[in-house]
């Protein structure tokens, strides 16, 4: 599985930004999608998951009810819709892919492939 990320870029604290990452190489709806992010000198967190249909989502507490994840099946693409951005929302955010398409997963560890990281800095 090859994953495209794309999106991110420069954003006032409050404002919204939707990154985007396109996969290619797996049938879509076999796989189970997730975003991470890093910010500087700390490690990779977990940010977002989805299962292959949509309908099952989690997050991390510190984006909930601000960040959305969602999946167009039909184009290959996960979404990560983010708002009321926050200065410590700042960091490169990973999209990952795993083989098993069932269940939201939080656990890096569980993920196979991995994009690039698209970066989001969020200024005040």
């Known amino acids: 599985v090859q994953l495209q990320a794309s999106g991110g870029g420069l954003v006032q604290a409050g404002g919204s930004l939707r990154l985007s990452c396109a996969a290619s190489?797996?049938?879509?709806?076999?796989?189970?999608m997730g975003w991470f992010r890093q910010a500087p000198g700390k490690e990779r967190e977990f940010v977002a998951a989805v299962n292959w249909s949509g309908l099952v989502t989690t997050y991390a507490e510190s984006v909930n009810g601000r960040f959305s994840i969602s999946r167009d099946n039909a184009k290959n693409t996960v979404f990560l819709q983010m708002n009321s951005l926050k200065l410590e929302d700042t960091a490169i955010y990973f999209c990952a892919a795993r083989d098993q398409r069932s269940g939201a997963v939080r656990v890096d560890s569980e993920y196979a492939y991995w994009g690039q990281g698209t970066l989001v800095t969020v200024s005040s």
């Open positions: 190489g797996r049938t879509f709806s076999t796989i189970g």
